[in-house]
T-cell receptor, first 113, second 117 residues
Framework: GENVEQHPSTLSVQEGDSAVIKCTYS??????FPWYKQELGKRPQLIID?????GEKKDQRIAVTLNKTAKHFSLHITETQPEDSAVYFC????????????FGDGTTLTVKP | GAVVSQHPSRVICKSGTSVKIECRSL??????MFWYRQFPKQSLMLMAT?????????EQGVEKDKFLINHASLTLSTLTVTSAHPEDSSFYIC?????????????FGPGTRLTVL
């Protein structure tokens, strides 16, 4: 089955700096790579996603890049703000396996004011 | 986006009682739903795959008789924690996938905080 590894597990940055979180996946059949932000006690919220036919996607301060050959994808947050502090999860899924997604272990991002 | 609801949002019960959690897809049909458990500061741990009209598929190490799953319709899956004990206290989240254009997007319920005294 699919295996997703996420690094780093914790990340602390100064407000205004950039943050980068990286994930690797193992199954070449995976074609959808979402990123979720989860605040304490709440559901994971989709913040950005990328499909396998695209190499990069940007939404304001957030961007995601995908390297299918190397099987890795990254989340980039620029101009970080204290409200960006949360746990971020990457995931990978394909159009088989009954819709199952495989999640990374999460990255706790702390943005210091 | 699609909406998934979950009820109750919070439950406190005594040890030995059973607790039922409902997960509903409100605006789309889901033949499959997923149940996760999440402990503090940890990732989502997939417990089982709920299959409409058939038995659930449990992940390794998850007790079938402890966590009963029923997927009676295309919009409702239930998770029953039987004879709950304090170690079952956790955050339980369901999700339902919606496949569009060959891509599988997950929609999460808001979660249920279970506290077993």
């Amino acid at each position: 089955g699919e295996n997703v590894e996420q690094h780093p597990s914790t990340l602390s940055v100064q407000e205004g700096d950039s943050a980068v979180i990286k994930c690797t996946y193992s199954d070449s059949a995976s074609n959808y790579f979402p990123w979720y932000k989860q605040e304490l006690g709440k559901r994971p919220q989709l913040i950005i996603d990328i499909r396998s036919n695209v190499g990069e996607k940007k939404d304001q301060r957030i961007a995601v890049t995908l390297n299918k050959t190397a099987k890795h994808f990254s989340l980039h947050i620029t101009e970080t703000q204290p409200e960006d502090s949360a746990v971020y999860f990457c995931a990978a899924s394909g159009n088989t396996n009954a819709g199952k997604s495989t999640f990374g272990d999460g990255t706790t991002l702390t943005v210091k004011p | 986006g699609a909406v998934v609801s979950q009820h109750p949002s919070r439950v406190i019960c005594k040890s030995g009682t059973s607790v039922k959690i409902e997960c509903r897809s409100l605006d789309f049909q889901a033949t499959t739903m997923f149940w996760y458990r999440q402990f503090p500061k940890q990732s989502l741990m997939l417990m089982a795959t709920s299959n409409e009209g058939s038995k659930a598929t449990y992940e390794q190490g998850v007790e079938k008789d402890k966590f009963l799953i029923n997927h009676a319709s295309l919009t409702l899956s239930t998770l029953t924690v039987t004879s709950a004990h304090p170690e079952d206290s956790s955050f339980y989240i369901c999700s339902a996938p919606r496949i569009a254009g060959g891509y599988n997007e997950q929609f999460f319920g808001p979660g249920t905080r279970l506290t077993v005294l």
